[in-house]
């Protein structure tokens, strides 16, 4: 199970579409947790403007730690939908994910929760610069939720930048690794897909043979060998 979490359009999207792209051979799910944000009362959608959509308590994270721990038992489970455009919830029960090999969950505050943390085997940090995300949100919150310009920039200054520096950027000392750079990063990209082929080996060692012990090893021993070998 895989946290990748970061700010507001960091490309998390695109570093998890990059890592499923090479896991072709294993069964792999997406959990966003935007799905999972709570429905606005009819007095909240008064005052959108006024709402933070950065915080921890605007997502459902009882829900999220139920839908998660069903995964990792290896059932399936139903999640919600959110729609941006009217800021409502559907479901849960509207969207069916089966177990799979590797369970990826993805959003800006996967990491800041202990509960979730406790359930990822690894946790990930995209770090990307602050004015590209700004970039990369005005557009898609213009295109894919139907905001506009100013609209964005006033959310952003009051809301995203502060949760930002108190809630998402802190929960960057839980990661595993950090991607600087997010989906450009290949070298990170690759060296992460080789290391869950590593473990899942592992892990399929130990079921065909039930008295093998395999002494697992973390990403961060595995990294500080390779800065070993490309030393010497």
Known sequence: MIGVAGGTASGKTTVCNLIISQLHDQRVVLVNQDSFYRSLTPEQLKNVKEYNFDHPDAFNTELLLSCMETLKRGEAVTTPNYDFK????????????????????????????????????????VDTDSDLRLARRIKRDTVERGRDVQNVLDQYAKFVKPSFDEFILPSKKYADIIIPRGGDNDV?????????????????????YPNLFVFFSTFQVFIKCCSFELET
Not at 113 to 121: A, Q
């Open 188 to 208: 990170a990209i690759d060296l992460i897909v080789q290391h869950i082929h590593t473990k899942l080996g592992q892990h399929d060692l130990c079921k065909i």
């Open 86 to 125: 009217t800021h409502q919830s559907v479901g849960p029960g509207s969207k069916q994910v089966n177990p799979a090999d590797i369970v990826i969950l993805e959003g800006i505050l996967v990491l800041h929760d202990e509960r979730v943390r406790d359930l990822l085997n690894m946790k990930i940090f």
